[in-house]
């Protein structure tokens, strides 16, 4: 049995919003995560009964479920570097919409290597520090707004 070939590089990527857009990860988010949820529609379904009212017995039902809509997350924490607060504060404080990647690259570099794509919106923005003398940190949460798309880069 051979070992598996794994990604060990994740990257949250923030476009520019030029004509040609440029993208680049902030400095010190250490911890980065993407989730892609569908939004379901459910309908509880029965057994028909039959014809014989005297025959009939009431059965438990089956929920049948239909994705009806996708939608991602973005997650991102670290230390805050202070060049990147006014990209964070800018973009929370507009509630612009910006284009974002999370990029993935496998160890080998061949096997997986791409990114993720989606318009989104900066729901969170937060910022703590446990005491005086430890360094700022930041959260982030970001939602995509329209189409995710995986766009292979290997």
Same mark, same amino acid.
């Given at each position: 049995?051979s070992?598996?070939?794994?990604s060990?590089v994740m990257?949250? =990527?923030? &476009?520019d919003g030029a004509?040609?857009?440029?993208?680049?990860s902030?400095?010190a988010?250490?911890?980065k995560?993407?989730a892609?949820n &569908?939004q379901?529609q459910?309908?509880d379904?029965?057994?028909?009964? +039959?014809?014989?009212p005297?025959?009939?017995?009431p &059965?438990?039902?089956?929920?049948?479920?239909?994705?009806?809509?996708?939608?991602?997350t973005?997650?991102?924490? +670290?230390k805050?570097?202070?060049?990147?607060f006014?990209?964070?504060?800018?973009?929370?404080s507009s509630g612009a919409?910006?284009?974002?990647?999370?990029y993935?690259?496998?160890r080998d570099?061949?096997?997986?290597?791409g990114?993720?794509g989606?318009?989104?919106?900066?729901? +969170?923005?937060?910022?703590? =520090?446990?005491n005086e003398?430890?360094?700022?940190?930041?959260?982030?949460?970001?939602a995509?707004? &329209?189409?995710?798309t995986w766009?292979?880069?290997?």
């Amino acid at each position: 049995m051979s070992k598996p070939k794994v990604s060990s590089v994740m990257l949250l =990527q923030l &476009g520019d919003g030029a004509a040609t857009e440029a993208f680049s990860s902030p400095c010190a988010i250490m911890t980065k995560g993407i989730a892609i949820n &569908g939004q379901t529609q459910e309908d509880d379904l029965f057994d028909c009964p +039959g014809n014989d009212p005297d025959a009939y017995e009431p &059965g438990v039902a089956w929920t049948d479920r239909a994705i009806t809509a996708l939608a991602g997350t973005l997650s991102g924490s +670290g230390k805050l570097a202070t060049e990147d607060f006014d990209t964070w504060w800018n973009w929370m404080s507009s509630g612009a919409v910006k284009n974002v990647r999370a990029y993935l690259r496998s160890r080998d570099g061949t096997t997986l290597k791409g990114y993720f794509g989606m318009a989104s919106v900066l729901t +969170g923005f937060e910022l703590n =520090q446990e005491n005086e003398k430890a360094l700022v940190e930041v959260s982030v949460a970001i939602a995509s707004s &329209g189409e995710i798309t995986w766009t292979s880069t290997a």
